[in-house]
């Protein structure tokens, strides 16, 4: 079973940054695709990016193109989530997730490991 620990959340007025990590630990080598999510009070939790263990098929949500990027670092085992051009609307608990499907999805019940989440909050 892998371990995953989101970091790196905090409070941002509108327009800013945070960068977001998640630390990967354990069976990774059988997860294939990971994943950032949020869920804000009263929504469900929608997929936000996701990206291969090569560092291909990313995919991102709609909401989030041109402003968030997703990326990793095998080295460290560690996944990143960079979020640019804050909005209020942004404003939700991430949670980084693993797959092991092949496929490149943000559909979540395809993800069989998840963190804990890390708090971020956009004011305006």
């Known amino acids: 079973q892998v371990q995953l620990a989101e970091y790196g959340g905090g409070s941002v007025q509108a327009g800013g940054s945070l960068r977001l990590s998640c630390a990967t630990s354990?069976?990774?080598?059988?997860?294939?695709?990971l994943g950032w999510f949020r869920q804000a009070p009263g929504k469900e939790r929608e997929g936000v990016a996701g990206i291969d263990r090569g560092g291909g098929s990313i995919l991102y949500a709609d909401s989030v193109k041109g402003r968030f990027t997703i990326s990793q670092d095998p080295a460290k085992n560690t996944l990143y989530l960079q979020m640019n051009s804050l909005k209020p609307e942004d404003t939700a608990i991430y949670y980084c997730a693993a797959s092991q499907s092949w496929v490149a999805s943000l559909w979540q019940h395809n993800f069989d490991s998840w963190g804990q989440g890390t708090q971020v909050t956009v004011s305006s």
């Open positions: 354990g069976y990774t080598y059988r997860h294939n695709y």
